[in-house]
């Protein structure tokens, strides 16, 4: 991808964000090592939160929405990603306080990206996304404090 390319992009309003389509440059980005050309994102509940000024999520703006994304590196100047690489990424701020997946392309830090095994595609990560690593994190939490199926837990 050269020249521009397609992002939503939320603006500070007076009551709520103003949201639109927008054609972006690389310039648009925000600082960071890697770009991506992302494939797919989710929609999560805090991205709904974000977009409709429900709760103050976004803290930088304008802003690109997207609290997580899967894609392929274009550029890197971090050498952990040559591009090619399939990555994946939730968290970190990203959608909230630095620009993230719901564009044709991201530019964020390097440490903040995970390669995908060969036996995960992009589309099942973002399928995955991040409700689901939520979702397992509390699983091994519970496990961690003896919790096993059929524990009374309440």
């Known amino acids: 991808m050269t020249g521009t390319f397609r992002a939503i992009r939320a603006s500070k309003g007076e009551k709520a964000p103003q949201v639109e389509f927008a054609n972006l440059t690389e310039a648009d980005l925000m600082e960071g090592d890697v770009t991506v050309a992302v494939d797919y994102s989710t929609v999560n509940y805090k991205d709904g939160l974000a977009l409709t000024g ?10 690109i929405p997207g609290i997580d994304f899967s894609g392929k590196v274009e ?7 040559k591009p090619g690489d399939r990555v994946v ?3 970190y701020g990203v959608g909230e306080g630095h620009s993230g ?7 964020v830090k390097g440490d903040w990206l995970v390669k995908l095994p060969d036996a995960i595609s992009n589309e099942q990560a973002m399928a995955i996304g991040t409700a689901g690593y939520t979702s397992m994190l509390c699983v091994l939490a519970l496990e961690k404090n003896g ?3 059929g524990s009374d837990v309440v």
């Open 147 to 149: 919790v096993k199926p």
């Open 89 to 91: 990424l939730n968290g």
């Open 75 to 81: 550029k890197s100047d971090n050498p952990k990603f």
């Open 54 to 63: 429900a709760a103050p999520i976004i803290r930088a703006w304008p802003l």
């Open 101 to 107: 997946g719901y564009a044709q392309k991201a530019r």
